[in-house]
């Protein structure tokens, strides 16, 4: 059983039936057909040499078929995180550079490592301070980002930038060199795939990319395109990569920390919600830790095999599913595809034209942008809308580790500040029952001299002293209260510092003359309290609901 | 009424009475007679000449008076603001230097700006994220570090650090400096101040530090003690303060940003509390973002009058208190006494030996050492003891900024963790009530179709994903449920994450079959639910109460 728990593949190796291998063998060969192109062109827009997409296609599935826990998910290259990697080197590398591939190399083994050590010390929690609203605006911006950087490709022109001011500056004053036949092709390609996507059915439009690579591959060669500025993919090595141990000096690894950080971070959120969903499917679960060790083998494979990061992609995993995988075997039979296509392929990708590849991923990255989700988040909440706002402008006309960073730090900032000014409310009774409302709201009975406050949130270090602040406001502007009760059923958690909050304000309340009364504390919280100086020297008494408060001291109202 | 409101000095100078005049420098006096000393003492703390704490003693008093909202708090040099001041200057300017008092100038003026933008932005609550055991265990270790750092003064030795370790280094391998006077001397006053703390009426025994000063600055003279290696203040100048503008180079600001502002946050939190246990024992009330700009306009004070960053000092504001200050106008009084003194007795000051100085510092802060709140805290929560350890020991084994940083950083993570985390429990019908409970705990009845779930946390971005972990367990765990009722009476927020998280569960619970409702949704969260997705697209209903649920799902059970 502990072993099962190191090496999910021992869970379903055993039992593993012809049936199933047919069911993964089908599936297989779909994910494989998409990862050719996607792998290619993921390598090209994160600024890498084409094979490096394919050799990162290969090791990490076979390992994630070993460690990982979803059965459907389809590792890989993706949009994002390539993205992500070619926002991590460029600044420190130049693009295309023996450092800058070997940049990616350490950032895959960087994620890996930080993948298995948050599995391992079950730290999977911390994706979760990536918050709905700032993952969502990070995809969206990063695939206007990515359509923008993809556009050169189209036009037969050379353009950077780190951001989509840069980007769009740099496209502009290098206009001149537009070239016609990129953009037929791009633009060919593109029409076709739109197309593909609205008239085929699904599982035969997700094979467009690879045919428009073929035809496209095929005419370049053919009609002898490159002589007319269609620029190729170009001669790549044949073979598999040889695995080798990446460089371990500190000084090339210290400059990538943050950048593998967030790489492993934003490619575990993508993965997990991907794995859930279809796990949820078929009423199974994935164990998001077991999910961080698989991913880390995975980036890990990618890291020894000449690869980048890499990660569970959406479309595939999708294709995956649906076609019917049983099994993490599946994953491992695309590998093997994609190995055979390494070996045999290579010396037809020399002609794979660039502009293809960028049409393919401008079609996949447009379904990233969820523009409907700011307006949905703006009407649902304004500080959510803040931090997913605050993420979007960052990423489009910054960079992508600032856009990220920033709204995760925002969406703490704001969380706190929410909390540390909690709603509360003076209640009274309700006539005739044994319920007690807002006196704002409702009309309820009264008594001058007893006041009820209701505590609505957890009382922690943030919002003590608001407490104090409130209840002493109340004590001055009632100058005949001589008790208050603390009503506290959304009362979760009391720390160190509302302990010593509440000390004070019964310390105060006593200088004052004002008993204090506690009601509808909850058990775990009770257990806690007793024991305390705040029980021993309580002022007044603990009741169990507001209404025992009620009974025991409106006598002299 | 809105001048008043910037002008707290508006609300009372009006009605400003002889009466409350008589009080009001009673209690002057006292104070008076207490902060010559202290002001001396805290400069030499801090590294500064002590003319530096007599000079911000003056005007910071007569603008906190104007400014300030508490009628007892008593502005100026305290000791933990002092060792903060210090170890923020000393690792960049040498002890003595210009450099070293024209930053101390600077970071009071930078204090003044961050405390007075603060109460203008009413950002006060910031001052919440400095937890409780983060701050005692703050104020415990740096009066360790302050007693440590002045025993050189009563050795007659040179010694300096950071940190105790570096402090206690450094006395060891000194000590063959040892002078028999100055121990003499500072032992003499620190039994004596021992002695008056234990066996004088609180009010006389205030007054011994400036006796010990007296007599001990009288042998110095009539002796020569100096000739016998008792080290003394030295002249000083004599008048008041040039009112100069600091110096507005970039480069001398900026190294001093961060330490300016713990300064502020620290100094804030320990005068808001005096000032708040103090006004609650008259039932008043004090305005903490008015606070903030009174200590603000102090500190600013201090900045155009040579002096050195401020704050309310415990001891004397309980002696201002109990003197009976009726308004800020005795902080008014003392101001002008302070200034009497800087004109007088500056010729005095030369023959007070430090060690007398150092001896009030260590009675002072000995008594800021709160070792119960340690195992209080310990017993309590551990997490809590885990922030307050960690910044004691980097307190006293790195340096002060560290500690609060990293106390501050801690007390947020915990908090987040804690929260992402959340209790929630399957709960069951008691037989014959309409109450629900915790199967573990309670003998309850149940369905084994439906499944209720209650829901003991907000709802937010960090558990949002542990709720749909916990959600799809229960459903791939029983494989007869068909309905999930969700339980809200403790979710007091549901923020755009957690509504994703809710939607996507509904949509995987739809595809498992299985319906998902809601009950004892609170008010003000129904408001923010309605007409998002959840809800119109919801595969359940949303119900008032548990009890409700159970009557109209229970059927074939």
Redesign the interface.
Known sequence: MRLERIFPVLGWLPDYRREDAGRDLVAAALVTIMLIPQSLAYALLAGLPPEVGLYASILPLALYAVFGSSSSLSVGPVAIVALMTAAVLTPLYDVGSDAYVTGAVILACLSGVFLVLMGVLRLG?L????????ISGFITASAVVIVASQLRHLLGIQASGNNLYEIVVSLWSNLGGFRATPFAVGLGVLLFLIGARRYLPAMLGKTAPILAVAVTTFLAWWLGLDQQGLALVGEIPSGLPALTMPPLAADQWQPLLVGALLISVVGFVES??IG??L???R???ID?NQELVGLGMANLGAGVSAGMPVTGGFSRSVVNFDAGARTPAAGFYAALGIALATVTLTPLIAYLPKATLAATIIVAVAALIDLPALS??W???R???GA?LVTILLTLFHNVESGILAGVGL??GL?????????SAVIGLVPGTEHFRNVR?HKVELCPRVTFLRI???L???????L??TV??L??NQ?EMTDLVLVC??V??V???A???LE?IN???K??NVRLHLSDV???VMD?LN???LITRLNGKVFLSAFDAWSELKEPC
């Open positions: 929690f994706a979760n301070f990536l918050s709905h609203p700032v997990v919600s859930q969903t796990a949820a499917r009423r199974q679960r998001p949905r988040t009407r649902y909440s500080s959510d809308f997913m969406s703490i969380f706190l500040y929410r909390t540390s000014q909690p709603h709201r609505d949130e957890s922690y270090f943030a919002n003590a002293r608001f104090e602040d002493m406001e004590v001055a100058a059923p959304a979760n958690q720390d160190a510092s302990i010593e909050s004070a310390e105060r309340l200088n004052a909850k058990g775990p806690q024991g305390t100086e």
